[in-house]
């Protein structure tokens, strides 16, 4: 009997590394208008934030449904298989809860896992659990240590502009206007499962210095996995915080692990954000 990942689309991971690492990826359903896709299917990333630019109104992602999960676990089943499945936060997506319905007939074979995260949280979330299984573990077991860890998971990202977090309702077009007259860049974490405000600076510079002093008080377990992220066209703006937050990372590893933020992530924060993602430290 084999164990199998099952994740969603949300956690950035592409139909590529899901292929080469044999892992199950289910992607949501964007929307702009009246064009749907399939994230990382049939739109790309970067095409995804060439049109998050052009369109006027924030795009919209559907939930993958209890039918499609039901199809996954039955084919894993089948086979003679278990999964440990791997969600978008509950609080952001209807996507846990299909999965959980979908699971109900499947007990002790298929075990669902609110990552109460998404884009690069989720993502490594899944580089442990992905740990694990090379590790022998069972399903029940990786969604065990899952669990357990998922409250250490931090994600921290700091934003080019405000006018995403306006189109989507989380500030009002005054405080949107006002900060950009002003050049305030709004940091933002996912926190108990949602996406919050939670610092600003008046330039990149200090926002930098802001995301960096947050990094730093929660403490980075680099035993465990942790990775840097950009949004939109190019990696100049990470390239750079990169250098400037050394620091933080030069005694402690070679290589940050890098990738592009995707849609869900993407709606809300804009092109030229910068995201950290780690595993807190553990208190004592």
């Known amino acids: 009997m084999a164990t199998k990942i099952i994740i969603d689309s949300a956690s950035d991971i592409t139909k590529e590394e899901a292929e080469e690492l044999g892992i199950i990826l289910l992607p949501m359903e964007i929307r702009f208008d009246d064009e749907e896709y399939l994230d990382g299917y049939n739109i790309t990333k970067t095409r995804f934030f060439e049109k998050l630019i052009e369109s006027s109104d924030l795009p919209k992602?559907?939930?993958?449904n209890p039918e499609r999960f039901k199809d996954e676990f039955k084919k894993v089943v089948d086979a003679g298989d278990e999964a440990v499945v791997i969600t978008i936060s509950s609080k952001l997506s209807g996507t846990y809860s299909s999965a959980v319905k979908a699971s109900v007939e499947y007990k002790d074979?298929?075990?669902?896992?609110?990552s109460l995260n998404a884009s690069l949280g989720e993502r490594i979330l899944f580089n442990y659990a992905y740990r694990l299984l090379k590790e022998n573990k069972s399903a029940s077991e990786i969604a065990s240590e899952l669990d357990k860890a998922k409250h250490r998971l931090t994600l921290l990202a700091m934003l080019d502009t405000l006018k995403y977090l306006r189109k989507g309702g989380r500030i009002s077009a005054l405080v949107a206007f006002a900060g950009t007259m002003m050049s305030i860049k709004p940091v933002i974490a996912v926190k108990n499962g949602e996406v919050k405000l939670v610092g600003k600076a008046i330039g990149s510079k200090k926002a930098g210095n802001l995301l960096n002093t947050m990094v730093k008080d929660k403490g980075v377990d680099f035993s465990m996995p942790y990775c840097v992220a950009w949004s939109g066209l190019d990696t100049k703006l990470l390239d750079k915080y990169i250098t400037d937050s050394e620091p933080l990372w030069k005694h402690e590893t070679n290589e940050l692990p890098k990738y592009q933020i995707?849609?869900?992530?993407?709606?809300?924060?804009g092109p030229n954000a910068i995201g950290v993602a780690?595993?807190?430290?553990?208190?004592?």
């Open 61 to 64: 992602t559907s939930q993958i």
């Open 109 to 114: 074979k298929i075990f669902v896992v609110d």
């Open 262 to 269: 995707g849609s869900t992530i993407g709606t809300h924060v």
């Open 278 to 284: 780690f595993f807190a430290q553990e208190e004592k």
